[in-house]
């Protein structure tokens, strides 16, 4: 495991707030006899975690700016220091009680994310990673999967909101995927779907239309597990692109060219 002062901020502060969303969640079940309900549960419990981690975060390094997914852009005194923070990644999930999402923390210097924490709190899985001592989940140091052959892969995806990006064009990307690999699964969770490629558990990874805070820490941790991380459409910075392409060097090379030739 990564031992570091920024490490230690980082992953107190998100076990913090994941303790809130831990007991909101608990409720979530009470509330889906209620059309309105869960849905404004749900926003509260978003921005509870995201005033607690902001809280923490600030108190610890006071002049770092902010990307929140609740609040925007926070601007910090220090320019060159700016935390990416996702309260809640996998809302969809949480509403339906379903046990599938985390808390995203990445932070950038100078234009590079430096150090990642992705916190699973149903499983207590926690994801961390600092730029060049490598990946761990929980004490575990991580590598992507090594198969070599689209046929045996296992390809993650993300879909568009309603009204928002281009469903068309992933429905035309997910039948050219699906022709040629092994399986094609949607969790609903960018974060998870990055971190499931950082520790083996899927081969590939691609999703449009995402934000900062969906996927900073998540870019690191892939990198750091030996990975290999583009746009979708094969350009260098995914965070500048919003969206994403990973996997193995092999097999991200392969997933890329596909997705070119779609959108060709």
Request: glycine content about 12%.
């Given at each position: 495991?990564?031992?570091?002062p920024?490490?230690?901020?980082?992953?107190?502060?998100?076990?913090?707030?994941?303790?809130?969303?831990?007991r909101?969640?608990g409720?979530?079940?009470?509330?889906q006899?209620?059309r309105?309900?869960?849905?404004?549960?749900?926003?509260?419990?978003?921005r509870k975690?995201?005033?607690?981690l902001?809280?923490?975060?600030?108190?610890?390094?006071?002049?770092?700016?902010?990307?929140?997914?609740?609040?925007?852009?926070i601007?910090?005194?220090?320019?060159t220091?700016?935390?990416?923070?996702d309260?809640?990644?996998?809302?969809?999930?949480?509403?339906?009680?379903?046990?599938?999402f985390?808390i995203s923390v990445?932070l950038?210097?100078?234009?590079?994310?430096?150090?990642?924490?992705i916190?699973e709190?149903?499983k207590d899985?926690?994801?961390?990673?600092?730029r060049?001592?490598?990946a761990?989940l929980?004490?575990?140091?991580?590598?992507?999967?090594?198969?070599?052959d689209?046929a045996?892969?296992?390809?993650?995806?993300?879909?568009?909101?309603?009204?928002?990006?281009?469903h068309?064009r992933?429905?035309?990307?997910?039948?050219?995927?699906?022709?040629v690999?092994?399986?094609?699964r949607q969790?609903?969770?960018?974060?998870?779907?990055?971190a499931a490629?950082?520790?083996?558990?899927?081969?590939?990874?691609?999703e449009?239309?995402?934000q900062?805070?969906?996927?900073?820490?998540?870019?690191?941790?892939?990198?750091?597990a030996?990975?290999?991380a583009?746009?979708?459409?094969?350009?260098?910075?995914?965070?500048?692109?919003?969206s994403?392409?990973?996997g193995n060097?092999?097999?991200?090379?392969?997933?890329?060219?596909?997705l070119?030739?779609?959108?060709?």
């Amino acid at each position: 495991m990564i031992v570091s002062p920024l490490m230690t901020v980082m992953v107190d502060a998100v076990r913090k707030a994941a303790r809130g969303l831990k007991r909101d969640f608990g409720e979530i079940e009470n509330l889906q006899v209620s059309r309105k309900g869960p849905g404004d549960f749900v926003s509260a419990a978003d921005r509870k975690a995201e005033a607690t981690l902001r809280e923490a975060l600030m108190k610890a390094r006071p002049g770092y700016g902010l990307i929140m997914e609740e609040s925007g852009i926070i601007e910090g005194q220090d320019k060159t220091h700016t935390w990416h923070v996702d309260p809640l990644d996998g809302t969809t999930n949480f509403l339906h009680g379903v046990p599938h999402f985390c808390i995203s923390v990445g932070l950038e210097r100078e234009g590079t994310i430096v150090a990642a924490v992705i916190y699973e709190p149903i499983k207590d899985e926690l994801y961390i990673a600092e730029r060049g001592k490598g990946a761990f989940l929980n004490n575990k140091r991580l590598r992507v999967a090594g198969r070599q052959d689209l046929a045996d892969s296992l390809a993650l995806y993300g879909s568009p909101y309603l009204g928002r990006g281009s469903h068309p064009r992933l429905l035309k990307e997910l039948a050219a995927v699906m022709a040629v690999t092994g399986g094609v699964r949607q969790t609903g969770s960018a974060a998870l779907d990055l971190a499931a490629v950082a520790c083996g558990r899927a081969d590939l990874y691609w999703e449009r239309d995402l934000q900062t805070w969906d996927m900073a820490a998540g870019l690191l941790l892939v990198r750091e597990a030996g990975g290999y991380a583009s746009s979708a459409d094969g350009g260098a910075d995914p965070m500048t692109a919003r969206s994403v392409a990973c996997g193995n060097e092999v097999l991200q090379r392969e997933l890329v060219a596909i997705l070119r030739k779609v959108g060709g």
